[in-house]
């Protein structure tokens, strides 16, 4: 699948706890581990990334096409000297993403499809910078109000991100991140979407780990310093099942109700967490405007 990584099909049994051991040594060996002058190239490409979600912002309002944010997204990262990552990646055929209301992720902008006052959507933004890659999202609310259902759900994806990168730090595992996260959304009565996941990055766009964003405290790979990677929960109203339309990237709910997320590129430090995609303009969770 396409994107963000898709997770593998969940009918794999569970190892036994010896090949279970052996599994997490072959995934921890595929993980770089970065060094000093890397940390500095993420830093300028998720400042990029940040700034360019910040310089969309105003343009998010009722009657805007998506098509014209791409444009806007598309001129200013290179005007920064950056590349959109995501326009030619596997075909996909735009400089973002945006994914409004019951669309999951990778919704395409298009000219005909215009925001309405009230819809809840995400803008994606990847752009590689000198050859690293900074991957940030955020949810707009269009004209600034919405229902009480998706204010919530918005908040609450917000607040699961952050209890995902609150968890980062030498020592702790994948599964420990996986679990706060989804502890916020659960415990909200929301679900977390299971076939979509976060992924290291780096000089690649999408490579080792896979971030799962459920999880068991204690489970899977143990995190170092000098590890990329994102945290980018989908969190669903309703249901968690999700399904992918006829052109090959928009993802929907299946039951239609409204899905949100947000994403930060992450790195594990000598003593917890960076987070490589804070927007300088402090615009990191709606309400944007003044
Ligand atoms: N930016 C998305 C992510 O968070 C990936 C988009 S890939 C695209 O990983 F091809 F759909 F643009
Ligand atoms: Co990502
Ligand atoms: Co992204």
Redesign the pocket.
Known sequence: MKG?TARRAAAVPRPAPAAAAADRDAANRKVPIHSADDYAGMRAAGRLAALTLDHVTPSVRPGVSTAELDRIIDSFMRRHGGIPATLGYKGYPKSC?ISINHVVNHGIPSEDKRLVAGDIANI???VVLDGWHG???RMYVVGDRTTVKAQRLVDVTFEAMWAGIRAVRPGATLGDVGHAIQKVAEGSRFSVVRDFVGHGLGRTFHEAPEVRHFGRPGDGLVLRPGMFF?I?PMINAGRHEVKILKDGWTTVTRDREPSAQF?HSVAVTEDGVEVFTLSPAGLDRPPYAA
């Open positions: 963000l993403c994606d933004v990847t991957d940030t999202s994102t980018e994403e």
